[in-house]
């Protein structure tokens, strides 16, 4: 079993940044990869971004890509997410996910979750 706890939302003004963590505990070395994915009030759940295990790996989210930065350090079983020029569309509760094997962009290959932390971003 894996433990995924975030941390780091909030409200922030439209053009502003915040930094999502995600600390991971348990058998984390059961785990490939980790992503973030958002949702926003009547929607499905969307894909942002995920790391490989190494942190060598990314990939983004059409709609984050060039403003969001995923990065992690093993030392500390933590990944990040870095978010700059957030706009009134980034809103959403935001969850953290690990996975062992597939396609990182499709939700069904994440094994693990978080119990999400909500990102306001005002206009």
């Known amino acids: 079993q894996v433990l995924l706890v975030e941390s780091g939302g909030g409200l922030v003004q439209a053009g502003g940044s915040l930094r999502l963590s995600c600390a991971a505990s348990g058998r984390t070395l059961s785990i490939n990869y980790m992503g973030w994915f958002r949702q926003a009030p009547g929607k499905e759940r969307e894909f942002v971004a995920a790391?490989?295990?190494?942190?060598?790996?990314?990939n983004y989210g059409d709609s984050v890509k060039g403003r969001f930065t995923m990065s992690r350090d093993n030392a500390k079983n933590t990944v990040y997410l870095q978010m700059n020029s957030l706009k009134p569309e980034d809103t959403a509760v935001y969850y953290c996910?690990?996975?062992?094997?597939?396609?990182?962009?499709?939700?069904?290959?994440?094994?693990?979750w978080g119990q999400g932390t909500q990102v306001t971003v005002s206009s």
């Open positions: 790391i490989s295990q190494s942190g060598l790996s990314t």
């Open positions: 996910s690990a996975g062992r094997l597939g396609l990182w962009r499709d939700i069904r290959n994440y094994d693990y």
